[in-house]
């Protein structure tokens, strides 16, 4: 169909009737840019009032009211509708029918192809659930180990600081019972020393006494034998000796006596030098054995919050499934439903917009 004729002039409301006219005779729907092209100028701000004027007498125009003559005569048909009217508008229904197919078609197509993208997202998000739980449950698992191995560790610590407490009590208690038995050993030399010591007064005291007594015997019996002399010399001279020998035993009894309490303080010494050792050690080995549980326990706490924030993390994420597992059934819903509505239903001729 020839083309209108452009003027200088404004577009009118008949260059727009005249245009859609022509539009629906060639079986396309009047819109806007259709109008405007076919005219050859025109804003749709123009365009746009008198198209929906068109629209609004359209119904007017195809009900007719001529008489069955005149509008033979006038190459209507027996409603008044102009033939050519008509032929247009059951091509523009054909045409409008199609379009809304096809457009309901890709619709649908793009909503499936949506719903099979989403139903593999859905597949993707539930093998990394699945990946998640089973990461989870291995971390759990190990955190739960851990905790565990923790425990353990702790309690044998304790065992061991327990051990080790009743050790340091044994040595104290051992080196208590030998300093006892070292300073009654102590005592015992000095008594003996004491008692040697007495021993070896009254035997001088005896001895002097003795003395005197031979001395006073002597002076009694000066007029006696040289032989008595010579006895009473020899006995004197067996009883000094005799004298000499016990004090060199007693010397030596208190050597002896002094040396063995020497060896009891040097033992003494050497046993509260070990316990003194061993307390020291003992105390280190608790700094370190306490230590170790403080770290112990502060990793137990770190792997106890770690479990918590990976429940919660999972939490979340299970929420988050079950809401995109709604939307997909909400939406697959929706799609059976157009489906059901799809065959039968003739589509409407939308007004464009302005």
Known sequence: MAEI??????????????????????????????????IGRGSPNTVSPMLEKWFGTLSQRIAGGMNPS????????????????????RLLWETARREADDVQR???????AALEEAGNVLAVGQAGLAQRE???????ASLDAAFVSSQQARETLERQLAEQAAELARLRAASEQEIARLNALLQASHASKELLRQEQAEALAARDNDVKAERERHAAQERHSHEEVDRARQASKQLEAGLAREQQQRIRSEEAAAQTLEAGRRMLRETQHAAQQVERELRDQLTQQASVLAQAQTEGTALAHRLDDLGRQLGEEKKAHEGTRALLASALT???KEDSRKG???PKIRRPKA
């Open 334 to 336: 929706t799609a059976r």
């Open 134 to 140: 089973a990461a989870f449950e291995q971390a759990r």
């Open 106 to 112: 890709l619709e649908l197509e793009g909503a499936r």
């Open 5 to 38: 004729q452009q003027f200088r002039r404004g577009v009118q409301e008949e260059d727009v009737f005249r245009a859609a006219d022509a539009l629906l005779s060639e079986g396309l729907r009047p819109t806007i840019e259709r109008v405007r092209l076919k």
């Open 344 to 346: 039968g239903i003739a």
């Open 70 to 89: 005149a509008n033979l005569a006038a190459g209507n048909d027996a409603d008044g509708v102009p033939v050519s009217v008509r032929n247009a508008t």
